[in-house]
């Protein structure tokens, strides 16, 4: 059965409702999120929005208090499902590297050969409003990265506009979700004031009904006081959040680029002026997803390999590397053999032509010579292998046989001039 691509997506990417909604590894921590605006908001309704139900005019219009609280958390809600389950912006990934960026490097020797093999380079220029930006090419993707975008290590994606990874919603914030990002943090800096400024109501109403003071009011509702503080320690939290962006999107910035460059001085080719940069932030038309996770997965065919001609080089390369091996061990047993096979027919040649001048009893003498010479090649030909050391990519002749050669031929010739003085 065919698979589909959610079903063998190689990002870390988490799935649920058949690929319909998209999270990132770390999605358990939304359930934090969803609590931390849940729990206060429902403690509010309870303790605090219920007894403020009589106190407006009309008699029942205090009733609006825990409607707008519901209906502001819910928006928060959806805002935080849209930021959190949607696909940021990820750029689809090549199954293969780009064929017209291969490049050949022949710069390295191995061995006195130079060997090919494929570079990349690792950035290109591309033109952005006239000015030229480096990109960077993505090892894992197999891509040239778009301008403003970033891989994300937590996801494993390449996302365009790239902000950064949020771990409280557990989704990278890129180019289709940042503006529902900016609202849900700005929308949760206003639901933390609503519920500070609704409990403060209700302390003021408690010293006005029973006429006591701030603390005898605190009593009476320290489920105000902890609301308050809680309120005052988040705004802490999403009410820097909401500036900082505000800030980025009138500068057209991205945090990314902020950390990243701000050091740098560089010159901002995205900057079009802070009411350009709002309108395309808010105003404009949310990119479709290049990815279609509920497709099936489209089987390639099979590509031909890329380098032909460079294969069937290394190929070649790596034959003759081996036939040398294979001749260098051939050519070094011959050469043993033949040096042996010398010495003993020159030993032979000499004593052949001193035969007339040597008396018949040291024949024997001569025999017994030539006969433990030629037993010589016999008893060391059964450490040849071993005698044979591998150094700097070729085959030499290790030093303790060149000694033993040596002393074999010195022995040789202070046998011939003793017969020869005899």
Not at 41 to 70: D, E, M
Request: glycine share 6%; hydrophobic share 35%.
């Amino acid at each position: 059965m065919a698979k589909r691509v959610y079903q063998v997506w190689k990002g870390s990417n988490k799935f649920f409702l058949g690929g319909r909604l998209i999270f990132g590894p770390d999605a358990r921590s939304l359930l934090i999120t969803l609590l931390l605006v849940i729990v206060p908001v429902t403690i509010f309704c309870v303790f605090v929005a219920r007894h403020l139900r009589h106190q407006f005019s009309p008699h029942n219009a205090g009733y609006a208090v825990i409607v707008a609280a519901i209906v502001f958390t819910i928006h928060v809600l959806v805002l935080l499902l849209l930021t959190s389950a949607r696909d940021p912006g990820i750029v689809p990934r090549n199954s293969h590297p780009p064929e017209e960026e291969f490049r050949y490097d022949t710069s390295a020797d191995t061995g006195g050969r130079q060997t090919p093999s494929l570079q990349f380079p690792r950035t290109k220029e591309v033109m952005v409003n006239g000015v030229p930006v480096k990109v960077k090419y993505c090892d894992t993707c197999m891509l040239y990265r778009p301008p403003r975008c970033s891989h994300c290590s937590i996801c494993d994606n390449c996302v365009e506009r790239f902000d950064h990874h949020c771990p409280w919603v557990g989704q990278c914030i890129g180019l289709r979700n940042y503006r529902y990002f900016f609202c849900f943090v700005s929308s949760a800096m206003l639901l933390c004031i609503y519920v500070f400024a609704m409990c403060a109501f209700y302390i003021k109403v408690l010293m006005d009904d029973k006429q006591s003071t701030v603390l005898r009011a605190m009593k009476e509702s320290p489920a105000s006081i902890i609301l308050m503080a809680y309120c005052f320690i988040s705004l802490w939290f999403v009410g820097g959040l909401t500036g900082f962006h505000f800030y980025l999107i009138s500068t057209n910035q991205t945090t990314y680029e902020n950390f990243r460059y701000r050091s740098d001085h560089r010159l901002n080719v995205y900057n079009h002026g802070c009411l350009n940069n709002f309108f395309e932030v808010f105003c404009t038309k949310v990119k479709p997803s290049r990815n279609h996770f509920r497709a099936f997965v489209q089987e390639e065919p099979p590509r031909p390999p890329l380098p032909t001609t460079r294969e069937g080089e290394m190929e070649e390369m790596c034959e003759d590397r081996r036939a040398k091996v294979e001749d260098d061990l051939d050519i070094g047993g011959d050469l043993l053999k033949i040096s042996q096979r010398h010495d003993i027919e020159d030993i032979e040649a000499d004593i052949r032509s001193r035969g007339s001048d040597v008396p018949h009893h040291n024949s024997s003498e001569a025999e017994s010579v030539i006969g433990s010479e030629r037993k010589a090649p016999s008893l060391q030909s059964d450490a040849r292998h071993s005698s044979w050391e591998r150094r700097s990519g070729s085959w030499e002749i290790a030093p303790d046989v060149v000694g033993a050669n040596a002393n074999v031929t010195e022995s040789r010739s202070v046998g011939a001039s003793k017969e020869a003085y005899q």
